[in-house]
């Protein structure tokens, strides 16, 4: 048998996705009980909740990393929608990022042990995510800088002139995820799909309904990525 991949993402990406193989299943951990959809060779985790909403702060991110690793679950990717910090870099792109930074403490299992970790986002897992994005239509990013601020609101035009400078892309989880999961010595890569310019950096101002808007026109290539990425990953552990 091979590797089971772990997925984690948002509805976006699961809707219109066919995981007509996958059961649900629950895995109880120190930091509480975890829902996922377990198919053939993955495993998905709906990022804000299984039948309930967590906002980006409450998500209960230690939970989400101990149920993969419970579950023998080695390697993970994440799935994101993300704010663009360029207007050079539209809505509609995948960004696969190769570093990210986080504006706020990240989170940790380290209590009083010594607990270093060198941040990696892992190339094989990267290359993966590449290979499923290119073989949807539309332009793909290799390589940015991440940045996660805080949430649940989006950053400030202030914010997002301080922080545009040092990044390509902003969301409010995926370092969070990046951290915790090296921290369980685990391998993790993310991948954005661009869903608005950041707060100020459009002609037109930045509102909840234009960008809820656009994140409906992305599901289908959301799902289109979702597809490739478990069809590829299956096919690496059959040859």
């Known amino acids: ?22 059961v649900e299943t629950e895995v109880a951990t120190l930091h509480g009980t975890v829902t996922l959809l377990a198919g053939d060779g993955y495993a998905y985790l709906l990022r804000h909740g299984h039948g309930v909403y967590h906002p980006p702060h409450r998500i209960p991110h230690h939970a989400h990393v101990l149920a993969f690793e419970k579950l023998g679950i080695t390697d993970v990717v994440g799935l994101n929608s993300v704010g663009s910090l360029s207007v050079d870099l ?8 190769d570093d990210y930074l986080s504006a706020y403490p990240p989170p940790t299992f380290a209590e009083d042990e010594r607990l270093h970790i060198v941040p990696t986002l892992s190339a094989e897992l990267r290359a993966l995510l590449l290979a499923a994005a290119r073989g949807t239509e539309g332009e793909v ?12 609101r989006f950053e400030t035009p202030a914010e997002v002139r301080w922080l545009a ?4 892309v902003i969301g409010m989880t995926a370092a969070s995820e990046a951290t915790l999961f090296v921290e369980r010595n685990m391998n993790y890569a993310m991948l954005g799909v661009v869903d608005n310019l950041a707060n100020g950096l459009d002609a037109e101002p930045l509102t909840c309904e234009a960008y809820e808007r656009q994140l409906e026109k992305n599901h289908e290539r959301g799902h289109a990525i979702l597809a490739g990425i478990i069809r590829l990953h299956r096919e690496e552990e059959q040859s």
Do not use: Q, W
Not at 90 to 97: A, D, I, R, T
């Open 1 to 22: 048998m091979g590797k089971t991949l772990g997925i984690i993402g948002g509805s976006g990406f699961l809707e219109g996705a066919d995981l007509s193989d996958a």
């Open 165 to 168: 400078p040092h990044g390509d």
């Open 141 to 152: 990013r290799d390589g940015g800088v991440y940045v996660e601020t805080r949430g649940p």
């Open 90 to 97: 539209k809505p509609g792109v995948v960004v696969v990022s």
